[in-house]
């Protein structure tokens, strides 16, 4: 929503649980986004977790919803994220 400055794209939370680390962030519905990771935070997230498109209930205009995809690989408890949309 480019009139709403709340309105971007960011992570809301990472958590630890059964199946890996789950990562989920604002996103509008319909929208295809790649989660990407770095072990080293000095290095930028490169190596590909997933790409997944959005799904769910969201509301008209701008369909945003929370969407969460689990990073089953995550080697250790120092993992950094990034998402980037995708045309």
């Known amino acids: 929503d480019p009139l709403d400055p709340n309105a971007l794209l960011e992570i809301a ?4 649980g059964a199946g890996g ?3 989920a962030w604002i996103a509008r519905s319909n929208m295809t986004y790649r989660l990407l990771r770095s ?3 000095q ?4 190596n ?6 959005a799904s769910g209930f969201a509301v008209a205009p701008w369909f945003v919803l929370t969407n969460a995809t689990a990073d089953a690989t995550a080697p250790s408890n120092r993992s950094f994220y990034a998402v980037q ?3």
């Open 13 to 16: 939370s990472i958590t630890n």
């Open 21 to 23: 680390r789950f990562v």
């Open 39 to 41: 072990d080293d935070g």
């Open 43 to 46: 290095m930028p997230p490169t």
């Open 48 to 53: 590909v977790v997933a790409t997944v498109t």
């Open 85 to 87: 949309p995708l045309p």
